[in-house]
């Protein structure tokens, strides 16, 4: 039997989403600056968004759904770690 979390399952679908629409943004759009931008932004702000709403279903939650909505947070924390330190090494980022 699988382990309910107190999250809606499509979180997990909109952070890989936004994983997506940051690396077409990076590299398949990296010659164009302005559509670039945008597909970065909108992965950027998908990412940040759906940590966000883990963070609050984790506090929201109590026994072993808050360990396991913890655990998951912890993945999307870490996440957006390794996304701050490849934006640190970009021409931006060096800038």
Not at 5 to 26: D, H, I, K, R
Not at 45 to 65: D, E, H, I, Y
Not at 70 to 93: D, E, K, M, P, Q
Request: with cysteine.
């Amino acid at each position: 039997m699988a382990m309910r979390t107190a999250s809606p399952w499509w979180l997990s679908l909109v952070l890989g989403l936004g994983l997506l629409f940051t690396f077409l943004g990076e590299r398949l759009f990296a010659h164009e600056s302005g559509v670039r931008g945008v597909f970065t932004m909108i992965g950027i702000v998908l990412v940040l968004g759906v940590t966000a709403v883990r963070a609050w279903t984790m506090f929201g939650s109590q026994g072993n759904r808050r360990k396991v909505e913890r655990i998951l947070l912890f993945c999307h924390l870490t996440t957006c770690v390794a996304l701050l330190l490849y934006a640190l090494t970009t021409n931006w980022g060096l800038g």
